[in-house]
């Protein structure tokens, strides 16, 4: 956490003056109408006054640069002359990424000293970081005075993603929006988004001191009236105070890329009219897959995908548009009809499609956002690369060789690493092939980057580490290795929640090749022979390839058993951004693990676009995982708790954030290269910690420094992100809220939707559809259509005392009425599977809408706690139950059911063993009429 405490020696307004007056790099006062770069902003009024009032400045160029990030060291900076504190270089001598000799040292000491931080890690306070939205908020909430407020008040704001708000800024950021201080953005279908973790602007800090400064008795009445409503027991209308501000993102706003193709920013209108209100967001796909990268050159048909949280009946098109968000030109109109030849696989589901063949001539990016009246979609950045040729790759993979090469026979005739490596980069240098290369930091290895854009490198890391390759030589133990480890690297609190999967997998790329693989495996059988039901995988050597981790979503504990390292450096980084709008997270070395595939002339093709684009890099000829990476392909992560035991694991944020910015809620690394033993007894002692004597992860992680130590002379065991358990009872993601079917196991065609048709969620805003394979894409296979048999499952623990297990279901089919009593008989299965004996007798539900259910024994220890049938339930497909769906070939004649609600009584299996809840349809006599069921509001009361 960037605060962890604020001196009030001086008045909130006093130190808040002195902050705006020192808040530019330069000064260079004068009027605002010097400013040439402020037109578009959003906080154009804002900056005007500030300027003119004498308040804040701009650079010496006369530019404002609205929208340019603020680092942890400018704020540093900012912090210290603000409180008067007095410079401390001595107290910054624990960061290793904290120079001697940089202008930050004294300012980064003082913060040290004074309490307000502990840095990222023991080891490094990231003064390149960039300012988060989450922690301007938190300064702006204490600046007011409000802190204790927000902690009083229960985190009940009406933002989507409010659960991906760092648990230390839950408080700061649910009141500075109920109290109209920050405003969210409207998203698809409705909800709100504030956008934790993006990056904070000049001009975002800008709007909130104008209305700190204009508003403040205003913002803490309305804290206030919040508070003694609390206190009461009502609840007063949220609605923002007068001339809201916000660091959330304007409709003005420049995006923010994060390499996913998922932006949720950038608003537009044909002509660069004023923007109109974000209702959706967008996607791309090619082959029914989903794209952020086009090759040029060779014509794509590329399908878009707007999601909307309004309905469109005629007029929403897709538009290409330049970076300040005016109509280049218009690509091709969006439908939400069903019809295979917009690309829209099911009707009136609020997924508008359209299809468009893309021919782009050169490397670069495109812009393309929908857009339709008062109705706009986020803008889309689409890469286009060129392919690589086999002459490049080749040069890729002879180039890790010779390297590797080369460092040896330096280290041999040197005798000093460091001079090995300097020279291994010259050499590098002057290959005709190398773009540039370097040394990854101190003590890191060597890396290049190939004039065809691929990043390469080789490991040098010590001797008996989890570093590929170590070098001829030992490394010396760091002389100023740490004896200490703070516990968390961010403030922690004590969170309610555990994983959101019980999922769990254990994975050890190199598993044949390095010793610590038997470790591992005692770790899996901790896992997979615990009491509490996890789905524990052993994933091994090859088998742990690239595509293996672009599923790393699906788990809720993944153990990492690799070599790693850190590379690059921040000018890599910014060319890969300029080719490419590639945004990264972490400036300067990236954290990296390797997978067990290699790199090959074969399988170039299946991963040329992740090489270009710099989510995979070629290290010392396997393909290794970049955050960018992480952050493209495992996005919805649910809950996760990730133990990576790879050598600089956690050298600093880059991994780390990648992961959790996408949903994992525990991280553990390491902060420099580990010893094979160190992190033997780590691993082990950890998940005995967690699993077996049900600690949380903070607790776990205490545990395990103080029984073997918070270091082993070089790296630090290290943890980042929240406190969970590893232990759930009941069932995870019951109401489909977080927009996926995370916790669940499945296959066949489920999604989560927000509507079909007329029909609606019963709680909330999703609900999971379970079908036949609606839509024209199939899943065929051998010329069976694999999404023909759907279903979701979970099993878990049902606590003591629970009585009811609840859900609601509505089965549509195009099947009725001409297919009853035929062969064509879908079916729908509701089940509970238990090894806990289960009496027969008949067990009545309650129903909406229809007679009740009764369930009967289906299958050795399994109950059937609800069915429904074309034959069996011809009752319904009256004229009464017709409903306005038309799936995808057949007919347009649909029947459904109606909303039936299902209590099952589960006292039986409480406390005892877990039970499997599965919900299963599937075709019977053909694969043509398609058939769904709905599910929403899985309980246990």
């Not at 959790?660 to 007894?681: E, K, P």
Request: charge should be negative.
């Amino acid at each position: 956490m960037l605060f962890n405490a604020v001196r009030r020696k001086l008045s909130t307004i006093l130190v808040f003056a002195l902050l705006l007056s020192t808040f530019m790099p330069l000064s260079a006062f004068g009027a605002a109408a010097q400013f040439q770069d402020i037109a578009d902003s959003y906080a154009q009024k804002e900056i005007q006054t500030l300027v003119e009032s004498g308040i804040i400045s701009g650079y010496e160029d006369h530019s404002f640069q609205p929208k340019k990030a603020m680092t942890r060291a400018e704020l540093a900076k900012i912090i210290v002359l603000s409180l008067g504190l007095k410079e401390s270089a001595d107290k910054a001598a624990p960061f290793k990424d904290v120079d001697a000799n940089s202008w930050y040292r004294g300012f980064v000491g003082a913060l040290v000293e004074s309490g307000i931080t502990q840095g990222t890690s023991a080891a490094t306070f990231s003064p390149d970081s960039k300012v988060t939205r989450e922690e301007l908020v938190v300064f702006f909430i204490r600046a007011f005075g409000l802190e204790d407020t927000a902690k009083k008040l229960p985190v009940d704001a009406k933002l989507s993603d409010v659960s991906d708000v760092s648990e230390w800024a839950k408080a700061h950021v649910s009141l500075a929006f109920k109290m109209g201080f920050v405003n969210g953005v409207e998203g698809a279908n409705g909800t709100l988004k504030f956008n934790p973790k993006d990056q904070a602007e000049r001009q975002a800090l800008a709007r909130l001191a104008y209305e700190f400064k204009a508003n403040t008795s205003k913002y803490v009445e309305k804290a206030n009236e919040l508070a003694a409503a609390v206190d009461k027991g009502t609840k007063p209308e949220e609605k923002p105070a007068a001339g809201g501000g916000t660091p959330s993102r304007s409709q003005n706003q420049d995006e923010q890329n994060h390499d996913s193709g998922d932006d949720d920013d950038d608003q537009g209108n044909p002509g660069g009219s004023p923007s109109t209100p974000l209702t959706g967001s967008i996607q791309a796909l090619v082959n029914g897959q989903s794209v952020d990268t086009i090759f040029a050159a060779e014509p794509t048909e590329v399908t878009f995908r707007a999601s909307l949280n309004t309905n469109v009946a005629t007029g929403l098109k897709l538009y290409k548009v330049d970076n300040n968000n005016n109509v280049i030109a218009e690509l091709t109109s969006l439908y939400d009809d069903g019809q295979e030849s917009h690309g829209d696989s099911l009707k009136a589901d609020g997924i508008y499609s359209g299809t468009v063949s893309l021919t782009e001539s050169a490397e670069g990016y495109i812009r393309v956002q929908a857009l339709s009246g008062g109705v706009s979609s986020n803008v889309l950045k689409l890469s286009v690369v060129n392919h690589l040729t086999d002459q490049q790759f080749t040069q890729v993979s002879s180039m890790s060789n010779d390297t590797q090469a080369k460092y040896s026979q330096l280290i041999s005739e040197l005798g000093d690493t460091q001079q090995a490596k300097e020279e291994t980069v010259a050499w590098l240098e002057a290959q005709p092939e190398v773009e540039s290369a370097g040394i990854s930091g101190s003590g890191g290895s060597i890396w290049y980057v190939m004039d065809s854009g691929i990043l390469g490198g080789i490991s040098a890391a010590p001797q008996n580490s989890k570093g590929l390759s170590a070098a001829d030589g030992q490394v010396e133990s760091s002389g100023d290795a740490l004896q200490t480890v703070t516990p968390m690297l961010q403030s922690l609190e004590q969170a309610s929640t555990s994983v959101g999967s019980k999922r769990a997998a254990v994975i050890s790329p190199f598993y044949s090749k390095l010793a610590s693989a038997t470790v591992y495996d005692a770790v899996y059988n901790i896992i997979d022979q615990s009491e509490y039901p996890f789905e524990a995988e052993r994933i091994k050597d090859a088998v742990a390839d690239v595509n293996f981790f672009k599923g790393l979503k699906n788990y809720g504990v993944v153990v990492l058993d690799t070599h790693g390292d850190t590379f690059y450096n921040e000018t890599v980084l910014q060319t890969l951004y300029v080719k490419y709008g590639i945004e990264f997270q972490t400036v300067g070395p990236q954290v990296m693990f390797l997978t067990g595939e290699m790199a090959t002339s074969e399988n170039k093709q299946k991963h040329e676009m992740d090489l270009k684009k710099g989510r995979l890099a070629i290290i010392s000829g396997y393909y290794a995982i970049t955050p960018s990476f992480i952050t493209r392909y495992n996005d919805s992560m649910p809950e996760t708790i990730v133990y990576n035991g790879s050598c600089r694991s956690l050298f600093n944020n880059s991994m780390a954030d990648a992961f959790i910015n996408n949903g994992a809620r525990t991280y553990y690394g390491y902060t420099d290269y580990v010893s094979l033993n160190y992190d033997q007894a780590i691993v082990q002692s950890l998940f005995n910690s967690l699993i077996n004597q049900n600690m949380t992860t903070d607790e776990a992680f205490n545990a395990v420094v103080a029984e073997h130590g918070a270091n082993d002379g070089l790296a630090s065991f290290a943890m980042k992100g929240s406190s969970i358990g590893v232990k759930t009872e009941g069932v995870i993601n019951g109401t489909f809220e977080d927009e996926t079917w995370n916790g669940w196991n499945g296959k066949g065609d489920v999604r989560v939707i927000s509507q079909l048709g007329p029909l609606k969620p019963t709680a909330g805003n999703y609900m999971a559809i379970i079908s036949t394979g609606l839509g024209f894409e199939n899943n065929d296979f051998n010329g069976y259509d694999l999404n023909s048999n759907s279903y979701i499952e979970q099993n878990f623990l049902v606590p003591v005392g629970t009585k009811t297990l609840s859900f609601d279901y509505n089965f549509i089919s195009e099947e009725p009425k001409e297919f009853v009593g035929s062969i064509y008989n879908d079916t729908f299965k509701a089940t509970v599977t238990s090894s806990v004996y289960i009496s027969s007798d008949s067990i009545t539900s309650n129903v909406y809408g229809g007679d009740s259910v009764t369930s009967d024994v289906y299958g050795e220890q399994t109950i059937l706690i609800a069915t429904e049938s074309i034959n069996g339930s011809q009752s319904y497909w009256i004229d009464e139950n017709k409903v306005a769906i038309d799936f995808y070939g057949g007919d347009d004649t649909t029947y459904m059911t109606n909303w039936k609600h299902v209590d099952f009584d589960v006292s039986q299996f409480a406390g005892m063993e877990p039970i499997v809840l599965r919900f299963h349809v599937w075709d019977q006599g053909d694969s043509i009429y398609d058939t769904a069921v709905l599910i929403d509001n899985i309980k246990l009361q």
